[in-house]
């Protein structure tokens, strides 16, 4: 008989994509005991060097997604100037591993779960107490009893294991009143991709295609145009399964896909069409990246309309941006343009009511698997909009943990806490600026500039800003003060300029703006970090006529830092030192205190 063993939690995280990762990183983060179950070796998901789609979100300038994927970007910038693989995975791990709230389980399958069904508030019949998952390297069973699940899992593994609601297909118009052309719902999504990737070398390299690679001609590509030099060529259009079940048939799919991308990497290099003769063939991925399964039905369903007529939700946690991108079920063989791409207002707001169950009272859920329809996640399903919503059900699990409350009940009580708690980590909401303190408002500041307290952590439209106003350019070592009547403060929030439209980094705008790359070049660029993000700052507070270091960053790495401090204090003073580039100003664009 295999092992068996049990772990306890607050919240239980299937699944570590972007989307799962932050979910499980925002709980942590607030005292939560975490368990992030996830069925491979390597943390990511689409994201992961097993699949290696890019991380995609908000489309335009200044929109940029922040909170833990600009932690996480930042750091990739600093550890990886290659735009490593190995070293990207290494950077995921890593965040994950250094949080001591989170018990990570690596190749574990979640397989099973045990509900009780009962009469439970808001009309939900029926609540999780555990899930359990197959560790295949330790051939052991591992049941995780929790206070609150997520499905992170992008395929909704929790919906067949425990009876939540969901969706799957495409809506007629008339359900939803959707401006798209069906009359009639099906069963039909989008499909998945295997990747290919390619590297340029100094001498000509032969490739062999397999036997069984598929027989690609000029005709195959007549809307599809492969192009290795160019930055923005990722194979994403080698994609088929959508008109058929994008679970069931994973594995058929694949084996369909393979051919596929051999067939195409024997079209590019024996063509003679792209000067490919000095290429290699650097990476092929075995693992199907998905774009569409189920759907989690949740209190809310977001619609094309409520994108493309940009409504602005009371209860708004997070964003997107993408186009409307909905590619052909039919896939690579589908004649004619593989998607559409319709421009969306972005960015537009997200609710917080399509993150949990309809009918399970502890479930929450963050990713492509949100209440959405299937035209509205041809834009929401993009990996930086799915962090945001991650990162909003981590804190909205700490809320529910905290005041022993459901899911629903964060909504009707608590939302304007879980929206502060999501600005306090740097998450923008477009419709909110972040609320400043009356003490802060009213303290004696140093310097003849307000911009650091009006509660605006970055440039925007939404805000009326632009380049030349959204932040206070600091002399190196310039001493910023408040001066106030002593008495308790618990908390400093401070925000730095990490040039999030990339300006100061190398190569082309699809190299700067994207935290990896597709095909390597023998002259792409090696990365380094935003010159204008400050490298090192002291922040000081005086007590009884006494100053003190509360806090000292060298080699810094983030954009920004809500510090908790707790304790008395008459004056605090930020002392920006240096940036990452060569001026003799570091930009500030936010200190202020409560």
Aim: glycine share 8%; net charge negative; charged share 25%.
């Amino acid at each position: 008989m295999l092992k068996r063993k049990s772990l306890q939690c607050d919240l239980c995280v299937i699944g570590g994509g972007m989307s799962g990762i932050a979910a499980a990183i925002a709980a942590a983060r607030e005292g939560l005991n975490v368990v992030l179950m996830h069925e491979r070796p390597v943390l990511g998901g689409n994201a992961s060097s097993e699949i290696r789609m890019w991380i995609c979100g908000a489309n335009g300038r200044d929109n940029k997604e922040t909170g833990i994927l600009e932690e996480i970007a930042l750091e990739n910038l600093y550890r990886n100037p290659t735009k490593s693989y190995s070293v990207w995975d290494t950077v995921l791990y890593d965040f994950v591993r250094r949080e001591k709230n989170i018990i990570l389980l690596l190749n574990c399958t979640c397989m099973d779960a045990k509900t009780e069904t009962g009469s439970y508030k808001y009309g939900r019949d029926k609540k999780i107490i555990s899930v359990t998952g197959y560790q295949m390297t330790t051939q052991c069973f591992i049941e995780v009893t929790a206070k609150f699940f997520s499905d992170c899992s992008g395929d909704s593994i929790l919906a067949p294991l425990c009876g939540a609601e969901f969706r799957i297909g495409r809506e007629a118009a008339d359900e939803f009143g959707e401006d798209v052309d069906r009359k009639h719902a099906d069963n039909m999504t989008m499909g998945m991709s295997c990747i290919i990737q390619g590297r340029e070398t100094e001498r000509d390299i032969r490739y062999i295609p397999p036997e069984w690679s598929y027989d690609l001609k000029d005709s195959d590509f007549e809307h599809r145009k492969p192009y290795l030099y160019g930055d923005g060529e990722n194979f994403w259009y080698l994609e088929l399964g959508g008109d058929r079940n994008t679970i069931d048939d994973t594995e058929t799919i694949r084996d369909e896909l393979i051919p596929l991308a051999t067939g195409t990497w024997n079209y590019v290099k024996n063509s003679g069409n792209y000067n490919a003769d000095k290429w290699d063939l650097d990476f092929l991925g075995f693992l199907p990246g998905k774009r569409e399964s189920r759907r989690m039905c949740g209190e809310y369903t977001v619609t094309q309309r409520d994108i493309c007529e940009n409504r602005v939700f009371e209860d708004e946690i997070a964003y997107g941006g993408w186009p409307l991108d909905d590619h052909f079920p039919g896939g690579f063989f589908h004649k004619g343009a593989p998607n559409t791409n319709y421009p969306t207002p972005a960015p537009y707001s997200l609710p917080y009511r399509a993150l949990y169950s309809k009918n399970i009272d502890n479930l929450f859920f963050a990713g492509r698997n949100i209440s959405m329809t299937h035209t509205a996640m041809s834009s929401i399903r993009v990996m930086a909009t799915c962090l945001l919503l991650g990162e909003a059900v981590g804190k909205a699990a700490y809320i529910a943990v905290k005041n022993e409350i459901t899911p629903h009940d964060v909504y009707l009580e608590k939302i304007r806490l879980l929206q502060k708690l999501l600005q306090n980590e740097d998450c923008f909401l477009p419709s909110l600026k972040r609320t400043i303190s009356d003490k802060c408002k009213n303290a004696d500041l140093n310097i003849q500039n307000d911009i650091i307290r009006n509660g605006e952590d970055r440039a925007h439209r939404i805000y009326g800003t632009d380049k030349t106003d959204f932040s206070y350019m600091a002399p190196k070592g310039e001493r910023i003060t408040y001066k106030f009547e002593e008495g308790a403060l618990s908390s400093v929030h401070i925000v730095f300029n990490s040039d999030l439209n990339r300006e100061t980094l190398p190569g082309s705008d699809c190299e700067r703006i994207h935290t990896m790359r597709a095909n390597q070049r023998l002259d792409s660029p090696i990365m380094h970090m935003p010159y204008t993000l400050c490298k090192s700052f002291v922040l000081t507070g005086k007590c009884d006529g006494k100053e003190k270091e509360i806090i000292r960053v060298e080699n810094n790495r983030k954009r920004a830092y809500h510090l908790r401090i707790n304790g008395s204090y008459s004056e605090l003073t930020l002392i920006p030192l240096e940036s990452w580039g060569d001026d003799d100003f570091v930009d500030v664009i936010s200190f202020d205190f409560e």
